[in-house]
């Protein structure tokens, strides 16, 4: 594997569901992210990890957790979700810092019924 | 506040015919503008980073310009499999703002 790979690719869920969202990448980076893309709307940042520690918490609703276990994983816990979480979750990876591009995964497709 | 707008939200262009799209922000202290590629569906895929004004950076047909308040994407001579979604971003500490996007069709 190379880069940063996400699964399931498609997930749907109802609202009273636990389902996970998994982020692994190959890229020796130290810093991962969660954003949220929604049609029509920027992407949203949802959570930085930083060498495992959260850096960012964007005003995230708890029912999105998320857990940065090593420099390479990255999940996001979902529970109680409501419709209009539905929307495409994307994982990234960095260098720390500043001025550092972020490379992306695929992005689960998260459908909540 | 920060922020990231890009122009135009759609542009159609007949192969071959040059344009750009325009990424204006504003942000105190840039620490670094990006240019991505997203494909329906997919995630967004990196193409350049750009520091300082009179920065030019190039990759096939596309050409990254930024000046102190916009950067533009030269297309030239595009083809139908330019055609995406193009996101600019702005660094922020360690966030990146994006704009919207600019959702290019080239037809053949």
């Known amino acids: 594997e190379t880069g940063v790979t996400q699964t399931p690719r498609h997930l749907v869920m109802g609202m009273t569901n636990k389902k996970s969202l998994k982020c692994e990448q190959h890229l020796g980076h130290n810093a991962m992210y969660w954003y949220k893309q929604s049609a029509k709307k920027p992407l949203e940042l949802m959570f930085v990890y930083n060498f495992k520690e959260q850096t960012e918490n964007n005003s995230v609703p708890s029912r999105f957790s998320p857990e940065c276990p090593n420099s390479s994983h990255l999940f996001l816990h979902l529970h109680t979700l409501q419709p209009e979480d539905s929307a495409l979750y994307l994982c990234a990876s960095s260098t720390t810092g500043e001025g550092y591009e972020q490379y992306f995964g695929p992005g689960t497709r998260l459908t909540v019924t | 506040e920060d922020q990231v707008t890009q122009s135009p939200e759609a542009l159609r262009l007949q192969e071959g015919e040059s344009s750009s799209l325009n990424c204006s922000y504003t942000?105190?202290?840039?620490?670094?503008l990006f240019w991505y590629r997203q494909d329906p569906g997919k995630g967004p895929e990196f193409l350049f980073t750009l520091y300082s004004a009179g920065e030019e950076k190039e990759k096939e047909r596309l050409k990254a310009t930024l000046t102190k308040k916009e950067s533009f994407l030269h297309i030239t001579a595009p083809k139908p499999e330019d055609s995406a979604t193009y996101l600019c971003?702005?660094?922020?500490?360690?966030?990146?703002?994006f704009g919207a996007g600019t959702i290019l069709r080239v037809k053949s």
């Open positions: 942000v105190s202290g840039l620490r670094g």
């Open positions: 971003a702005v660094h922020r500490g360690n966030k990146l703002v």
